[in-house]
Every structure is written in C-alpha cells, then in structure tokens.
C-alpha cells in the first residue's frame, strides 16, 4: 500500500523557534504539496514541488519555506514560529496529472 | 476563479438517508474533480474521481453527478451509515496548469444511528 509519512503526529514548539515538518512518500511521485487545515477554512496550500530542488508558492507561502533534496522527502520549515502557525499541517504526494492526492495522517502544532 | 465553492457546511442525517453535497466553480479549464474523505486525526482520502466527459460514476453507494453547462458536481451518499460520518471535501484541478487541486471548505457530515 502506497504511504505518505510525516515525521510527527503532534509537536509543541515555542514562538521564534525554526520548526522543521518532515515528509516522506514512497510512491515515487514527482509532486508533493503542504496544506495547513483550519476549522472553516479548509485546506490551504502552503507551497509545492513538482521535482526534486524545484517549489512553487502557493496561497499561504508567508512565514514559510520548503526543501525538497530527494524525490521522496519534502520539508517544510517554519522560519520563526508564530501562534498564528497553530495548525494541522498535511503533507501529499501525486504522480502526475492523473489521479489524486495521497496524504499524509498530519502533524497537529500547537506554538506557545 | 480559482475557487471552488462547497455547500452545505454541515449535514446530519439518519441511518439510511441520502446525504448530498454540493460544489460549483467558475473556471472552466478544471477537468478533474476529486472527493475526499476524512475522518477525525486522519489525513483526507481520496473517495471518488470524475472527468467531465461522463456525468455521473458510481462506486458502491457514493455516486458523483456532474453538471458541465451548471458547473457543478455533486456527491451523493446512498444508505448513509454511521461509518460514513466525517468531513468530506470536494476538489478541482485544471488541464494544463500546475499539479495542484483546489479545495472546497469540506463539509463536516453526522450520521445518526
């Protein structure tokens, strides 16, 4: 069964720390995206990549960066941590234009 | 033009009932329409798929319509369970474009037994 796996299910982490969201699909898909989930705002795009070093902004880009080294690992970093950042982060992977998203299970983090 | 609109928010229905969810967008270059489903500490996953070449497609008791000229779609829930409750999510993605697909808000739906 093809899997998306992020690093950690729950974090805590303190406002101004540099935060890193880890995500690994074993599917071998060229793209892979974050999505931050809030109640009644639905999934929001962070950023994506569609090959290895290559991203894209999406809606939500600000306070954020992403790393992509390897086909199957894509990072996302929270540069300096804000309450505002208090969200379900998922992470996806897709192979191409056919077909849907894979996601991942979340990381829930809460920044005090 | 980017958006697609998701409606309603909320659902409750009893066990055996038609659950209906319903989503419109603007731009006509989509040509992917997704539904998702997700359960509480789950990520979203993918439900059903329809292309706008067919109108509807069924898998089991979740059945996608799709209204190309209204441009809408809708998922329909036959004998809805208990089980099926859950936040469901409605997406788009265009021909053409970049990879990404476009969200509705989701709409949390309670079956009661």
């Known amino acids: 069964d093809v899997k998306v796996t992020q690093s950690s299910r729950y974090l805590v982490k303190r406002t101004g720390e540099k935060v890193f969201l880890e995500c690994v699909q074993d599917?071998?898909?060229?793209?892979m995206f974050w999505y931050r989930q809030d109640p009644g705002l639905g999934l929001r795009l962070i950023y994506f990549?569609?090959?290895?070093?290559?991203?894209e902004k999406g809606d939500i880009p600000e306070g954020y960066s992403v790393s992509r080294e390897k086909k199957e690992r894509f990072s996302l970093i929270l540069e300096s941590a804000s309450t505002n950042q208090t969200s379900m982060y998922l992470c996806?992977?897709?192979?191409?234009?056919?077909?849907?998203?894979?996601f991942g299970s979340g990381t829930r983090l809460t920044v005090v | 033009q980017q958006q697609v609109k998701q409606s309603p928010q909320s659902l409750i229905v009893q066990k055996g009932g038609i659950s209906i969810i319903n989503c419109a967008y603007e731009n006509t270059a989509f040509d992917y329409f997704p539904w998702y489903q997700q359960f509480p500490g789950k990520g979203p996953a993918l439900l059903i798929a329809i292309r706008p070449d067919v109108s509807e497609k069924k898998e089991g008791r979740f059945t996608i319509s799709f209204n190309k000229s209204a441009k809408q779609f809708s998922l329909h829930i036959m004998d809805s369970q208990p089980g099926d409750s859950a936040t469901y999510f409605c997406?788009?993605?265009?021909?053409?474009?970049?990879?990404?697909?476009?969200f509705g808000k989701g709409m949390k739906l309670t079956v009661n037994p």
């Open positions: 599917m071998d898909h060229e793209n």
């Open positions: 996806a992977s897709r192979p191409d234009r056919v077909g849907g998203y894979t």
């Open positions: 990549s569609y090959d290895v070093k290559m991203k």
């Open positions: 997406a788009a993605s265009m021909k053409g474009g970049s990879e990404k697909l476009v």
